[in-house]
């Protein structure tokens, strides 16, 4: 690992990526751990917004992001994306719409294709960290929330009285 | 790297040892990636045309490395040796190893040694195989520090790399 | 450093290490990049400028350049990144590549590599061989030679930006299947065996590096390395000397999942847009060096007038 491979061309992930994999304890050895983040991806790409555990999240969001900008780079007739594509998304469904719906959607994103929250732990309980990983553009209410039209953070306080003063300037030229 | 050995005779109370269901006990013993050093007994290849040596490898009893004249028991490039051919004690010089050397220094496929006797005078008349350069300076420095003429070796040399 | 700033900084690092070193601007592709797929589907948009900045020249690297000059793209491990470092030896080796000629070659091509050396007797030295591996980045790059002389085989392995090399001269220019031809040290001598004096064999200009699909043929066992396990493609004859044992020992030990595994590939390479970026920096002094080399060999290759007599 001492020198770059220059076989295979990928763009630049846009999300934080571990210099290291995790190893996501499996039974089936690092197989399963691929079929458990095969899952993952393809359970994304149906919902496109999913609750899961931070960690496996975190791995699974590597490979999708790395899965839809292959896609738009190759398109859909490029026999290796396709084997990928075949690979990574367990029901076939979802191979015509990451390169139907997907492709076009995130064509000209200059940001990731996936944003990753994290969700209240249950405690007491099994006390993982928890996240939430979805696709941006889904059809879903924004989990973010919107402070802009809040009239009580001090940006709305200051704009709103700003907007009273010219008003008010404004009023004597309206009178008259 | 540590190799795992499986024993299933009489168990031995060893502190690195531990049980594994079927009752066999594994015990770990350090190990090293294959380092192709010469040390003792290590086998090596005659590459002068001396009668002893060519006997030898002829036979498929290749000389054995009895003694390295080292400080540390690694043979290098030019180190003198002890080595046992045909039931006889002969010295040598490391003339090419198979260990990975530095960068510009040839590495040989085979661990080549030419037999000298106790002054340095070579047994051989000829090496047929191609020798590295830096012998020159190294059995040069090799003659200053002892009292043997170890550069006699070189004037047999028929080839550099 | 006291030990409480040296902790701190221990704990830091491995934490600054997980971003991926961003150089270059978050925007899509602007200029292109010469796109060798034409797979690409034709409703793909051509690539759209984000920035409306006007652009007077922008250099266009050639698709080629990561293979001719792989040294440039740092060691993809991210714990040993420092853009800083790399900077400066890039400029060290295009520093380097103005007083010497290293010219293109690849894992399979013939080199003769004449280089400096205090013991020799006329103070250089000369070694022909076939390049089995190219190796390490930066001002560390190497590369392996081997060749068999008087029935002797032997490998010498070279630092491309020694100051001690003096000439490096490719006899011939060819890629093989494979990425590394350490096979070569249990293949039957011929492989690896070449003439001190062969000439240069000269290729057409433009042309792209030929493929040499040689299968060698291999000594039997005992071999060096478990050649079965690691899917050779330039290897004839490796079924003629593998027993039930050791095929079924490869088959458990294979990795086919590998292949799919994009973060793998992803964390053992550098992306385009980095690489692009390493190459603009780098490309108008290559590709003066390079005019330098094409004119230079047309001068060569111009017949001098024969002296009648």
Redesign the interface.
């Known amino acids: 690992?001492?020198?770059?491979?220059?076989t295979?061309?990928?763009?630049?992930?846009?999300i934080?990526?571990?210099?290291n994999?995790r190893n996501l304890k499996n039974a089936d050895g690092?197989?399963g751990r691929?079929l458990k983040l095969r899952k993952t991806v393809t359970a994304l790409v149906k919902h496109e917004r999913i609750e899961l555990f931070y960690n496996r999240a975190d791995?699974a969001r590597?490979?999708a992001e790395?899965?839809i900008s292959?896609a738009?780079r190759?398109?859909?007739?490029?026999k290796a994306t396709m084997?990928?594509a075949d690979?990574?998304l367990l029901e076939k469904q979802l191979v015509h719409k990451l390169f139907r719906v997907l492709v076009?959607r995130y064509?000209?994103y200059?940001?990731s294709y996936t944003r990753m929250y994290k969700a209240p732990r249950d405690y007491p309980g099994i006390y993982y960290r928890q996240s939430v990983l979805e696709l941006r553009g889904n059809p879903y209410p924004s989990l973010l929330t919107d402070h802009s039209q809040n009239r009580s953070l001090l940006h709305n306080v200051l704009l709103d009285e700003a907007r009273k003063e010219f008003r008010r300037q404004k009023l004597p030229e309206l009178v008259i | 790297m540590a190799l795992r050995i499986l024993k299933t005779l009489r168990p031995v109370a060893h502190p690195l040892a531990t049980t594994l269901a079927g009752g066999q006990r594994q015990e770990f013993i350090h190990t090293t990636p294959a380092c192709c050093e010469i040390r003792k007994l290590a086998r090596l290849r005659v590459v002068d045309n001396s009668d002893l040596g060519k006997r030898a490898m002829a036979e498929g009893r290749p000389p054995r490395c009895i003694h390295v004249y080292n400080k540390r028991g690694v043979g290098l490039i030019g180190d003198k040796v002890l080595v046992a051919i045909k039931g006889q004690m002969k010295k040598g010089i490391l003339v090419g190893l198979k260990q990975n050397q530095k960068p510009k220094q040839p590495k040989f496929d085979s661990n080549n040694l030419v037999l000298i006797d106790d002054n340095g005078s070579p047994l051989g008349t000829r090496i047929h195989v191609p020798i590295p350069t830096i012998l020159r300076t190294i059995l040069k420095e090799k003659t200053l520090a002892k009292g043997a003429d170890y550069t006699k070796v070189l004037a047999i040399a028929s080839r550099y790399v | 450093m006291n030990l409480s700033t040296r902790v701190m900084l221990n704990r830091l690092a491995p934490q600054c290490?997980?971003?991926?070193i961003?150089t270059?601007s978050?925007?899509?592709a602007e200029h292109a990049v010469e796109n060798q797929?034409e797979?690409?589907?034709g409703?793909?948009?051509a690539p759209?400028p984000?920035s409306p900045a006007p652009v007077t020249r922008k250099p266009i690297i050639p698709a080629n350049y990561?293979?001719v000059y792989?040294?440039f793209?740092?060691?993809?491990?991210?714990?040993w990144r420092n853009p800083i470092r790399e900077k400066l030896e890039r400029l060290d080796m295009l520093e380097r590549r103005k007083q010497i000629d290293l010219p293109e070659f690849y894992v399979g091509s013939v080199l003769a590599v004449t280089s400096s050396d205090p013991h020799a007797a006329g103070k250089t030295s000369r070694f022909v061989g076939i390049c089995i591996n190219?190796?390490?980045?930066g001002l560390r790059a190497r590369f392996v030679l081997r060749n068999v002389i008087d029935h002797q085989g032997m490998e010498v392995v070279y630092e491309l930006y020694d100051p001690t090399i003096q000439k490096v001269e490719v006899l011939r220019l060819e890629k093989r299947l494979d990425d590394s031809l350490f096979y070569l040290r249990d293949a039957l001598p011929e492989y690896s065996t070449f003439d001190e004096n062969m000439e240069a064999e000269p290729l057409e200009e433009g042309a792209s590096v030929p493929v040499n699909d040689i299968k060698v043929v291999l000594r039997p066992r005992p071999w060096l390395e478990r050649w079965e396990r690691q899917n050779l493609r330039g290897v004839a004859n490796i079924d003629e000397y593998l027993k039930d044992k050791h095929r079924l020992s490869a088959a458990k030990v294979q990795?086919p999942?590998e292949k799919?595994?994009?973060?793998?590939?992803?964390?053992?390479?550098?992306?385009?847009?980095?690489?692009t970026e390493i190459f603009a920096e780098v490309h108008t002094d290559l590709h003066t060096l390079e005019l330098q080399r094409k004119r230079n060999k047309r001068k060569r290759t111009f017949v001098k007038p024969k002296q009648l007599a």
Request: charge should be positive.
């Open positions: 690992m001492n020198q770059a491979d220059v295979k061309l990928m763009s630049q992930l846009r934080a990526v571990r210099p994999k690092p197989e691929l791995e590597g490979y790395l899965l292959n738009i190759h398109g859909d007739r490029h084997e990928l690979y990574w076009p064509e000209n200059s940001v | 290490a997980y971003k991926r961003v270059f978050t925007k899509t797929e797979s690409k589907k409703v793909a948009p759209t984000s990561r293979f792989p040294e793209l740092p060691d993809p491990k991210v714990e190219r190796d390490r980045c990795k999942w799919y595994d994009m973060m793998k590939d992803y964390r053992s390479s550098i992306p385009e847009e980095e690489q």
